[in-house]
């Protein structure tokens, strides 16, 4: 089995913790794993956190070396090239915004030659500054495929409010992912719950996640 899923989005849309939840739930189900940390951005949520967790899980992480330490240096050591060629499931967690995606873009032509065996998801936060609105996001979104060379897939809808997301929050952003479906083409693949809130939703494109990006002043 050979499958690409790339994840790309705002600045604080939740993509670090959809890598996350991606990776363990495919892991679980029995696929060979490998993460790979792009964000060469922000220094705060990356996947190369979760060593530990992924550890445990048989999830293989790639990241850059300089990733957790005290320095914040823009450089990648590894070719995602080469790692897309292994069988299995790779997730790709991209930087935030056209920014971030930048050392995507550095992979593009590569990656597109696998065809239909790449997603691109687009994660949206209705309730993240800059991406209020539909015709933001959407505006963004182009920034962020010109920047990597690559064209999204779906949507993802993952607002939520931190600690203080509601089942309410999350089924009042439906049309707001619904309106950037409609000005993009994109399906939206899912949306996302709190674990805890998923079975409240009668909607049938449940994403249920655990929380494993957490505020560092928590």
Not at 81 to 84: R, V
Not at 194 to 200: G, S, V
Not at 203 to 207: A, H, I, K, L
């Given at each position: 089995m050979k499958k690409i899923t790339i994840v790309t989005g705002h600045y604080g849309s939740g993509k670090t913790n959809l890598s996350v939840n991606l990776a363990v739930k495919s892991a679980d189900e029995g696929n060979t794993v490998t993460v790979v940390d792009l964000d060469i951005v922000n220094p705060y949520f990356?996947?190369?956190?979760?060593?530990q967790l992924?550890?445990?899980k048989g999830i293989k992480l790639i990241a850059s070396d300089f990733a957790n330490s005290n320095l914040d240096i823009p450089s990648i050591q590894f070719d995602v090239?080469?790692?897309?060629e292994a069988d299995g499931h790779l997730i790709i967690d991209v930087g935030g915004d056209d920014a971030g995606a930048v050392a995507l873009g550095r992979f593009a032509e590569a990656l597109s030659g696998y065809?239909?065996?790449v997603e691109m998801f687009y994660v949206v936060n209705q309730r993240r500054y800059l991406t209020a609105s539909p015709d933001e996001a959407a505006a963004l979104m182009y920034e962020i495929e010109a920047a990597a060379r690559m064209k999204h897939t779906a949507i993802v809808n993952n607002t939520n409010l931190g600690c203080e997301t509601t089942?309410?929050?999350i089924e009042e952003s439906r049309p707001f992912a619904e309106e950037i479906s409609r000005k993009t083409g994109l399906p939206v693949a899912f949306t996302v719950y709190?674990?805890?809130?998923?079975?409240?939703s009668d909607?049938?494109?449940?994403?249920a996640a655990k929380v494993y990006v957490k505020p560092v002043w928590g």
């Open positions: 990356r996947t190369a956190d979760f060593g992924f550890e445990e090239q080469h790692i897309a065809g239909e065996d089942v309410g929050i709190p674990e805890e809130c998923a079975e409240l909607s049938g494109d449940v994403f």
